[in-house]
Nanobody, 121 residues
Framework: VQLQASGGGLVQTGDSLSLRCTAS????????VAWFRQAPGKEREFVAG????????QFAESVKGRFGISRDNAENTVSLQMNHLRVDDTAVYYC???????????????WGQGTLVTVSS
């Protein structure tokens, strides 16, 4: 499966932004999908994940209550809705697919190319 992340951009503190992960080559409903992010000089970290059916989700503590994740298996997409953005949310955001949701990047077999989110104060 090939993944394409899109929707990044420059926003201000408190703004909202929605990222989209679009799959091709294979049915995305076969995979759990997660979003990770990597800020300059930092390790890639788990942000949010959603299981194949979409019935269960998982979030990093730093984004709970601010971010939402959803999927549309008919459209082969997973979205990350980011609200109340903060300067420390600035990072390149990646979507990834695997058999199950996990917080470690090593869980994931497939990665998108990343989309940059910059939050200014």
């Amino acid at each position: 499966v090939q993944l394409q992340a899109s929707g990044g951009g420059l926003v201000q503190t408190g703004d909202s932004l929605s990222l989209r992960c679009t799959a091709s080559g294979r049915d995305l409903s076969l995979y759990a999908v997660a979003w990770f992010r990597q800020a300059p000089g930092k390790e890639r970290e788990f942000v949010a994940g959603i299981i194949r059916s979409g019935r269960m989700t998982q979030f990093a503590e730093s984004v709970k209550g601010r971010f939402g994740i959803s999927r549309d298996n008919a459209e082969n997409t997973v979205s990350l809705q980011m609200n109340h953005l903060r300067v420390d949310d600035t990072a390149v955001y990646y979507c990834a697919a695997a058999a199950v949701v996990g917080v470690s990047p090593q869980t994931y077999d497939y990665w998108g190319q990343g989309t940059l989110v910059t939050v200014s104060s």
